[in-house]
Nanobody
Framework: EVQLVESGGGLVQAGGSLRLSCAASGFTFDDYTIGWFRQAPGQEREGVSSIGFIDGSTYYADSVKGRFTISSDNAKTTVFLEMNSLKPEDTAVYYC?????????????????????WGQGTQVTVSS
C-alpha cells in the first residue's frame, strides 16, 4: 500500500524558511512522480512543484520559482520542499502526492490528475 506522510509545516514570519518532507511508507519513488500541492481556505488545490524520478525532471509553479526547491534523499524514499523567502500568500495546507503515469512538467496543465496517493497534509502559515 502506497502511503505518504508530510511533515515540517509550521508558523513562520514573512521572509522566513521552512523545509517540508514527504516520506514514503512501503515503497520507493523510483517509478513515480512526486508532487507538492497546496490549498488555501476557499481556494482550489494548486500544484506547487514536482519531481519525476523516471526522467529526473522538475517543475515549479511561477509563484514559487526561485524561492522553492524540490529534492530527494539518495534512497528515494523522502522528497523535500525547501521554501525560502516565504510570503503570506504561501499560507496553505501543503500536500504531497504520488503519480505513476504523469511527468513532472505536466503539473501546470493537468493539476492533480493522475496523482493517486496523497498524504494527510501539513499546515504552513506565514505571518506578515
Amino acid at each position: 500500500e502506497v502511503q505518504l506522510v508530510e511533515s515540517g509545516g509550521g508558523l513562520v514570519q514573512a521572509g522566513g524558511s521552512l523545509r517540508l518532507s514527504c516520506a514514503a511508507s512501503g515503497f520507493t519513488f523510483d517509478d513515480y512522480t512526486i508532487g507538492w500541492f497546496r490549498q488555501a481556505p476557499g481556494q482550489e488545490r494548486e500544484g506547487v512543484s514536482s519531481i519525476g524520478f523516471i526522467d529526473g525532471s522538475t517543475y515549479y509553479a511561477d509563484s514559487v520559482k526561485g524561492r522553492f526547491t524540490i529534492s530527494s534523499d539518495n534512497a528515494k524514499t523522502t522528497v523535500f520542499l525547501e521554501m525560502n523567502s516565504l510570503k503570506p500568500e504561501d499560507t496553505a495546507v501543503y500536500y504531497c502526492a504520488a503519480a505513476q503515469f504523469v511527468t513532472a512538467s505536466t503539473m501546470a496543465a493537468i493539476g492533480t490528475y493522475g496523482y493517486d496517493s496523497w498524504g494527510q497534509g501539513t499546515q504552513v502559515t506565514v505571518s506578515s
